[in-house]
C-alpha cells in the first residue's frame, strides 16, 4: 500500500492539532490552582462515671492554625448487666467567639441496649473555639448493673 506524502502530511496536522487543545486540558486538570480542603481528623475519649448514670467524656484540644468544626459525633456503652437506656448525648464546646462557658448541644436521644450494647450517632455542625478541649455528657437510665464502659469520638474538620 503507497501513501502519498501529501496524505502524510495531512495526518500529521491532524494529530499535532488535537494534541495542541489537549495539551492545555491536561495542564489545568493536573495543575494545583486551588488549596486542598481542610483536613479532617477523629479524636478517641473515654468515659468516666460522674454519677450512677451520668458519664463524661474528655477530648484532646483541638489545635489547628484554622477554624474547626465538629462534623460526627458517636458514642458507644457496653454493660454486663441489666438493660438500659442511652438517654442523651450532649457535646459541651466553647463556641469560636470566645464565650466564658462551653455551649451543651444535643446530639442524639433515647437509645435502648441490645445485649448490653447501647449505640448513639449524629452528624453535626458545631463551631468549635481553637486550642480548648471539647467534651461529652452521656446520660444512661436507670443505673446500668456490672462493669460498664463507655467511649465517644468526635470526627472535626480544620
Excluded: W
Excluded at 462515671?49 to 457496653?78: D, G, K, W
Excluded at 450532649?90 to 441490645?114: C, D, F, K
Amino acid at each position: 500500500m503507497k501513501t502519498s506524502f501529501a496524505a502524510t502530511i495531512t495526518s500529521i496536522n491532524r494529530y499535532i492539532f488535537i494534541l495542541g487543545l489537549s495539551l492545555p486540558v491536561f495542564a489545568v486538570l493536573v495543575s494545583p490552582a486551588t488549596p486542598a480542603s481542610a483536613a479532617s481528623r477523629a479524636f478517641d475519649a473515654a468515659c468516666s462515671f460522674l454519677s450512677s448514670t451520668r458519664l463524661q467524656c474528655n477530648f484532646p484540644a483541638l489545635t489547628p492554625n484554622f477554624n474547626s468544626e465538629i462534623h460526627y459525633v458517636t458514642a458507644q456503652c457496653n454493660s454486663t448487666g441489666v438493660a438500659y437506656n442511652f438517654q442523651q448525648l450532649q457535646i459541651l464546646a466553647m463556641p469560636p467567639n470566645g464565650g466564658a462557658s462551653p455551649v451543651a448541644y444535643q446530639v442524639a436521644g433515647n437509645r435502648g441496649s441490645v445485649s448490653g450494647v447501647a449505640n448513639a450517632a449524629a452528624i453535626v455542625a458545631i463551631p468549635v473555639q481553637l486550642n480548648t478541649s471539647p467534651s461529652a455528657l452521656i446520660d444512661l437510665a436507670p443505673a446500668p448493673t456490672g462493669t460498664t464502659n463507655c467511649t465517644a469520638s468526635i470526627s472535626a474538620t480544620f
